[in-house]
């Protein structure tokens, strides 16, 4: 890996939380969180801002799963999750959230190093493929809204739409704005003249 990690790590047990913060410094990481609980996860993370969770599951006040749920919430960050059990209800839920990879005790230090790989590499997927959807959900509602400001100007300069369409994109090109922001002006202005036309 070509880069130092902050890491934020959860466990229960005293020498797990131990063994991370010895042998993630060996692997050239920090770090940054020692939490016993999932409060202290939340509350270490939101401090901390660290680049990769590391939680056990099973832990006092509030689970490893709950607690990268609210942190992923607050700010979204690759978790590897740590567990020495193979409980399914676990593991469904963990599949449904923000899990990157897994981690069974007894932790190998040759299993860390591919763990924290692959969660960042999973993450860095997800969140590309996270605004691609993002992206293509506002294109398709900037083109509705087009499509909306394209009709008004037709009714109301009686033109054709390929015309009104032309006359959209020169004004967008006049004013130094987007063709949806010229849309947007548009339907606001259509929505005064109906005002106007109800007085």
């Known amino acids: ?73 607050e700010r979204p960050v690759p978790v590897i999750v740590v567990t020495g059990h193979t409980n399914q209800e676990f593991l469904d839920r963990a599949e449904g959230g923000h899990v990157m ?39 398709l509602e900037d083109r509705k809204l087009i499509e909306r400001a394209k009709g008004a100007v037709v009714r109301r300069l009686r033109l054709d739409e390929e015309e009104a369409f032309v006359r959209m994109r020169k004004l967008a090109s006049h004013s130094n704005r987007k063709l949806v922001e010229v849309a947007q002006s548009v339907l606001c202005a259509e929505e005064i003249f109906r005002e106007f036309d109800a007085l």
């Open 1 to 73: 890996m070509s880069r130092a990690l902050r890491v934020a790590v959860a466990d229960d047990e005293p020498d797990v939380r131990e063994y991370f913060q010895t042998m993630l410094p060996v692997l050239g990481h920090e770090a940054v969180v020692l939490a016993e609980t999932g409060r202290e996860l939340v509350d270490g993370c939101a401090a901390k801002h660290p680049d990769v969770v590391i939680t056990d599951i099973k832990m006092p006040d509030m689970d490893g799963l709950e607690a990268a749920e609210r942190i992923y919430r």
């Open 101 to 139: 990879a897994y981690l069974i005790k007894p932790i190998k230090k040759g299993d860390l190093e591919p763990a924290l790989r692959l969660a960042l590499r999973r993450f860095e997927q997800f969140q590309s493929w996270h605004k691609e959807a993002a992206d293509l959900r506002q294109a």
